[in-house]
Protein backbone atom coordinates (compact mmCIF):
# COMPACT_ATOMS: atom_id res chain seq x y z
CA UNK A 1 0.00 0.00 0.00
CA UNK A 2 0.76 3.64 -0.60
CA UNK A 3 1.97 6.20 2.06
CA UNK A 4 -1.30 7.91 1.70
CA UNK A 5 -2.28 10.28 4.54
CA UNK A 6 -5.41 11.79 4.07
CA UNK A 7 -6.32 15.60 6.11
CA UNK A 8 -9.84 16.58 6.82
CA UNK A 9 -10.97 19.79 7.61
CA UNK A 10 -14.27 19.00 9.83
CA UNK A 11 -17.45 21.03 10.97
CA UNK A 12 -20.75 20.58 13.28
CA UNK A 13 -22.76 22.09 11.31
CA UNK A 14 -25.31 20.39 10.28
CA UNK A 15 -25.98 22.18 7.09
CA UNK A 16 -22.05 21.49 5.92
CA UNK A 17 -23.25 17.85 5.69
CA UNK A 18 -25.85 18.08 3.21
CA UNK A 19 -25.49 17.20 -0.33
CA UNK A 20 -26.04 20.12 -1.83
CA UNK A 21 -23.38 22.98 -0.27
CA UNK A 22 -22.82 26.62 -2.03
CA UNK A 23 -19.76 27.16 0.46
CA UNK A 24 -18.15 24.20 1.56
CA UNK A 25 -16.58 23.51 4.48
CA UNK A 26 -15.46 20.21 4.81
CA UNK A 27 -12.57 19.28 3.17
CA UNK A 28 -10.93 16.26 2.54
CA UNK A 29 -6.87 16.10 1.13
CA UNK A 30 -4.79 13.23 0.20
CA UNK A 31 -1.14 13.23 0.00
CA UNK A 32 1.09 10.95 -0.72
CA UNK A 33 4.82 10.68 1.33
CA UNK A 34 7.39 9.45 -0.51
CA UNK A 35 11.28 9.38 -0.38
CA UNK A 36 11.36 12.76 -1.07
CA UNK A 37 8.44 15.48 0.20
CA UNK A 38 4.94 15.12 0.73
CA UNK A 39 2.91 15.25 -2.71
CA UNK A 40 -0.72 16.70 -2.67
CA UNK A 41 -2.72 14.13 -4.93
CA UNK A 42 -6.10 15.64 -4.43
CA UNK A 43 -8.47 18.13 -2.41
CA UNK A 44 -12.54 18.11 -2.47
CA UNK A 45 -15.25 18.77 -0.16
CA UNK A 46 -16.90 15.95 1.30
CA UNK A 47 -19.78 16.13 -0.94
CA UNK A 48 -17.75 14.90 -3.78
CA UNK A 49 -16.50 11.49 -2.42
CA UNK A 50 -18.29 9.03 -3.86
CA UNK A 51 -21.71 7.40 -3.67
CA UNK A 52 -25.58 8.43 -2.89
CA UNK A 53 -25.35 8.35 0.83
CA UNK A 54 -25.16 11.27 2.89
CA UNK A 55 -21.95 12.83 2.78
CA UNK A 56 -21.55 11.90 6.63
CA UNK A 57 -22.12 8.36 5.72
CA UNK A 58 -19.68 8.73 2.54
CA UNK A 59 -17.02 9.71 4.76
CA UNK A 60 -17.80 6.54 7.13
CA UNK A 61 -17.72 4.59 4.26
CA UNK A 62 -14.38 5.93 2.75
CA UNK A 63 -12.76 5.68 6.31
CA UNK A 64 -14.28 1.94 6.80
CA UNK A 65 -12.20 1.08 3.50
CA UNK A 66 -8.66 1.95 4.66
CA UNK A 67 -6.83 2.32 1.95
CA UNK A 68 -4.30 5.05 3.90
CA UNK A 69 -2.04 4.73 6.34
CA UNK A 70 -3.25 7.82 8.59
CA UNK A 71 -6.33 10.07 8.52
CA UNK A 72 -6.16 13.12 10.81
CA UNK A 73 -9.45 15.26 11.58
CA UNK A 74 -9.36 19.04 12.71
CA UNK A 75 -11.41 18.41 15.78
CA UNK A 76 -11.11 17.60 19.46
CA UNK A 77 -11.34 14.09 19.46
CA UNK A 78 -12.10 13.50 23.49
CA UNK A 79 -12.89 15.83 26.88
CA UNK A 80 -10.46 16.35 30.33
CA UNK A 81 -10.11 12.77 31.65
CA UNK A 82 -11.70 13.50 34.98
CA UNK A 83 -14.92 13.89 32.37
CA UNK A 84 -14.42 10.93 30.28
CA UNK A 85 -17.33 8.36 31.76
CA UNK A 86 -15.66 5.38 33.67
CA UNK A 87 -11.94 7.12 32.09
CA UNK A 88 -12.15 5.21 29.23
CA UNK A 89 -12.70 6.52 25.94
CA UNK A 90 -14.33 3.42 24.36
CA UNK A 91 -17.32 3.43 26.71
CA UNK A 92 -17.72 7.08 25.91
CA UNK A 93 -18.47 6.37 22.19
CA UNK A 94 -20.84 3.20 23.24
CA UNK A 95 -22.77 5.78 25.28
CA UNK A 96 -22.64 8.52 22.60
CA UNK A 97 -23.80 6.47 20.44
CA UNK A 98 -26.88 6.04 21.97
CA UNK A 99 -27.96 9.45 21.82
CA UNK A 100 -27.91 9.84 18.39
CA UNK A 101 -30.93 11.35 17.01
CA UNK A 102 -33.19 9.68 13.53
CA UNK A 103 -32.61 13.30 12.28
CA UNK A 104 -29.27 14.44 12.00
CA UNK A 105 -25.94 11.70 12.10
CA UNK A 106 -24.79 12.97 15.63
CA UNK A 107 -25.68 14.75 18.35
CA UNK A 108 -25.98 18.52 18.78
CA UNK A 109 -23.41 19.79 21.59
CA UNK A 110 -25.89 20.85 24.80
CA UNK A 111 -27.04 17.11 24.60
CA UNK A 112 -23.46 15.76 24.38
CA UNK A 113 -22.85 17.74 27.03
CA UNK A 114 -25.69 16.68 29.07
CA UNK A 115 -24.06 13.23 28.40
CA UNK A 116 -20.54 13.49 29.89
CA UNK A 117 -20.97 16.27 32.81
CA UNK A 118 -24.67 17.30 33.06
CA UNK A 119 -23.32 19.30 36.29
CA UNK A 120 -21.75 21.63 34.15
CA UNK A 121 -25.44 22.79 32.74
CA UNK A 122 -26.97 23.16 29.13
CA UNK A 123 -23.69 25.16 27.81
CA UNK A 124 -20.80 23.10 29.68
CA UNK A 125 -17.83 25.18 30.67
CA UNK A 126 -14.84 26.30 28.94
CA UNK A 127 -12.59 23.51 30.36
CA UNK A 128 -9.26 21.97 28.16
CA UNK A 129 -7.06 19.20 27.98
CA UNK A 130 -3.71 18.75 28.67
CA UNK A 131 -2.92 18.89 24.96
CA UNK A 132 -5.11 22.19 24.65
CA UNK A 133 -3.20 23.54 27.72
CA UNK A 134 0.26 23.09 25.86
CA UNK A 135 -0.88 25.03 22.76
CA UNK A 136 -2.65 27.80 24.80
CA UNK A 137 1.10 28.72 25.82
CA UNK A 138 1.93 29.53 22.85
CA UNK A 139 -0.87 31.81 21.49
CA UNK A 140 -3.15 28.98 19.78
CA UNK A 141 -6.89 29.37 21.26
CA UNK A 142 -8.24 26.07 21.06
CA UNK A 143 -11.96 25.35 21.57
CA UNK A 144 -13.53 23.33 24.24
CA UNK A 145 -14.66 20.44 24.10
CA UNK A 146 -17.11 20.87 26.91
CA UNK A 147 -18.02 24.35 26.11
CA UNK A 148 -21.29 24.09 24.18
CA UNK A 149 -22.03 27.97 23.60
CA UNK A 150 -20.29 30.32 21.14
CA UNK A 151 -17.46 28.79 19.17
CA UNK A 152 -17.53 25.88 21.68
CA UNK A 153 -16.03 22.43 20.33
CA UNK A 154 -18.50 19.98 22.12
CA UNK A 155 -20.58 20.16 18.61
CA UNK A 156 -17.09 18.75 17.07
CA UNK A 157 -16.40 16.80 19.54
CA UNK A 158 -19.68 14.98 19.46
CA UNK A 159 -19.58 14.77 15.86
CA UNK A 160 -15.81 13.45 15.46
CA UNK A 161 -16.24 10.88 18.30
CA UNK A 162 -19.61 9.75 16.17
CA UNK A 163 -17.59 9.55 13.35
CA UNK A 164 -14.51 7.46 15.04
CA UNK A 165 -17.15 4.99 16.62
CA UNK A 166 -19.21 4.27 14.05
CA UNK A 167 -15.89 3.84 11.23
CA UNK A 168 -14.23 1.79 14.26
CA UNK A 169 -10.48 2.88 13.11
CA UNK A 170 -8.33 2.75 16.25
CA UNK A 171 -7.34 6.08 17.05
CA UNK A 172 -3.32 7.30 18.17
CA UNK A 173 -2.63 7.20 20.79
CA UNK A 174 -5.69 6.45 22.67
CA UNK A 175 -6.03 2.87 21.23
CA UNK A 176 -2.77 2.79 18.67
CA UNK A 177 0.43 4.04 19.98
CA UNK A 178 2.85 1.09 20.26
CA UNK A 179 3.20 -0.77 18.09
CA UNK A 180 1.32 1.10 15.52
CA UNK A 181 -2.05 -0.02 14.20
CA UNK A 182 -2.70 1.14 10.41
CA UNK A 183 -4.71 2.39 9.48
CA UNK A 184 -5.44 5.18 12.05
CA UNK A 185 -6.82 8.56 12.82
CA UNK A 186 -5.20 11.19 14.13
CA UNK A 187 -6.32 14.42 16.05
CA UNK A 188 -4.89 17.61 13.64
CA UNK A 189 -5.30 20.83 14.60
CA UNK A 190 -4.20 23.42 11.79
CA UNK A 191 -3.54 26.50 13.96
CA UNK A 192 -1.20 25.15 16.73
CA UNK A 193 1.11 23.68 13.63
CA UNK A 194 1.30 26.81 11.55
CA UNK A 195 2.66 28.71 14.79
CA UNK A 196 4.85 25.55 14.92
CA UNK A 197 6.00 26.72 11.60
CA UNK A 198 6.36 29.97 12.21
CA UNK A 199 3.56 31.43 9.89
CA UNK A 200 -0.11 33.07 9.77
CA UNK A 201 -2.24 31.28 12.52
CA UNK A 202 -4.65 33.67 13.11
CA UNK A 203 -6.69 35.66 10.25
CA UNK A 204 -6.55 33.69 7.42
CA UNK A 205 -9.66 32.29 6.93
CA UNK A 206 -12.36 35.00 4.99
CA UNK A 207 -12.31 37.00 2.00
CA UNK A 208 -10.60 39.96 2.71
CA UNK A 209 -7.62 40.87 1.55
CA UNK A 210 -5.63 40.29 4.73
CA UNK A 211 -6.98 36.90 4.69
CA UNK A 212 -6.20 36.62 1.41
CA UNK A 213 -2.66 37.41 1.67
CA UNK A 214 -1.98 35.31 5.09
CA UNK A 215 -3.31 32.25 3.01
CA UNK A 216 -0.91 33.26 0.34
CA UNK A 217 1.83 33.70 3.10
CA UNK A 218 1.05 29.91 4.05
CA UNK A 219 1.15 28.80 0.74
CA UNK A 220 4.64 30.61 -0.14
CA UNK A 221 6.38 30.93 3.10
CA UNK A 222 9.55 33.53 3.88
CA UNK A 223 13.08 33.04 3.32
CA UNK A 224 13.29 33.14 7.27
CA UNK A 225 10.35 30.51 7.87
CA UNK A 226 9.50 28.04 4.93
CA UNK A 227 5.86 27.87 3.99
CA UNK A 228 4.18 24.49 3.33
CA UNK A 229 4.66 25.11 -0.44
CA UNK A 230 7.99 24.22 0.31
CA UNK A 231 6.87 21.34 2.49
CA UNK A 232 4.98 20.00 0.24
CA UNK A 233 4.56 19.63 -3.89
CA UNK A 234 0.69 21.04 -3.81
CA UNK A 235 0.42 20.58 -7.59
CA UNK A 236 -1.91 22.31 -9.62
CA UNK A 237 -4.03 22.75 -6.13
CA UNK A 238 -2.95 26.44 -5.70
CA UNK A 239 -5.99 28.28 -6.75
CA UNK A 240 -8.09 26.11 -4.77
CA UNK A 241 -6.27 26.30 -1.54
CA UNK A 242 -5.98 30.64 -1.78
CA UNK A 243 -9.85 30.38 -2.17
CA UNK A 244 -10.19 28.42 1.05
CA UNK A 245 -8.97 28.41 4.13
CA UNK A 246 -11.48 25.47 4.72
CA UNK A 247 -9.05 23.57 2.12
CA UNK A 248 -5.84 24.55 3.22
CA UNK A 249 -6.71 23.90 6.89
CA UNK A 250 -7.44 20.21 5.27
CA UNK A 251 -4.26 20.03 3.76
CA UNK A 252 -2.27 21.35 6.67
CA UNK A 253 -4.04 18.14 8.54
CA UNK A 254 -2.38 15.70 6.35
CA UNK A 255 0.84 16.53 8.73
CA UNK A 256 -0.49 15.35 11.29
CA UNK A 257 -0.49 12.02 10.49
CA UNK A 258 2.88 12.08 9.16
CA UNK A 259 4.36 13.06 12.40
CA UNK A 260 2.85 10.24 13.87
CA UNK A 261 3.89 7.57 11.42
CA UNK A 262 7.82 9.55 10.87
CA UNK A 263 7.71 9.64 14.51
CA UNK A 264 8.08 13.23 13.75
CA UNK A 265 6.32 14.66 16.77
CA UNK A 266 7.08 18.36 17.65
CA UNK A 267 5.24 17.71 21.37
CA UNK A 268 5.25 13.73 21.85
CA UNK A 269 2.34 12.85 24.50
CA UNK A 270 3.19 13.14 28.03
CA UNK A 271 1.13 13.22 31.24
CA UNK A 272 -2.42 12.09 31.15
CA UNK A 273 -3.33 11.11 27.95
CA UNK A 274 -4.89 7.76 27.70
CA UNK A 275 -8.48 8.76 27.55
CA UNK A 276 -8.17 12.77 26.77
CA UNK A 277 -6.21 12.13 23.32
CA UNK A 278 -3.35 14.08 21.99
CA UNK A 279 -3.16 16.59 18.90
CA UNK A 280 -0.30 15.58 16.92
CA UNK A 281 1.78 18.48 15.58
CA UNK A 282 4.81 18.22 12.74
CA UNK A 283 8.09 19.48 13.92
Known sequence: MKNIFLGIDFSSDLRMWRKNVLRPRVWIAAAELNSNKPVLLSIMPVQKLPGSDPPFQRLVKMLKK???????????????????????????????SKIIPRDRPFPKGPDFVN????????????????????????????????????????????????????SKIPVWPISTNKPLIKPFLAEAFPAAQLARWGLPFKKYNGSSQQAFK?????????????????RLNINKFEAVLLA????????ICTFAGMAVFTNSLALPPSGAFHAEGWIAVHR
Do not use: C
Open 66 to 96: GDYVAAAIDAPFSIPENYVPARKFHFMLELL
Open 115 to 166: LVAPELGFHGKKLFRNTEKVWMKYGVIPRSPLWAGPRGGAGLTAAVTTLIHR
Open 214 to 230: NRQKILNGTEETPGLKK
Open 244 to 251: SADALDAV
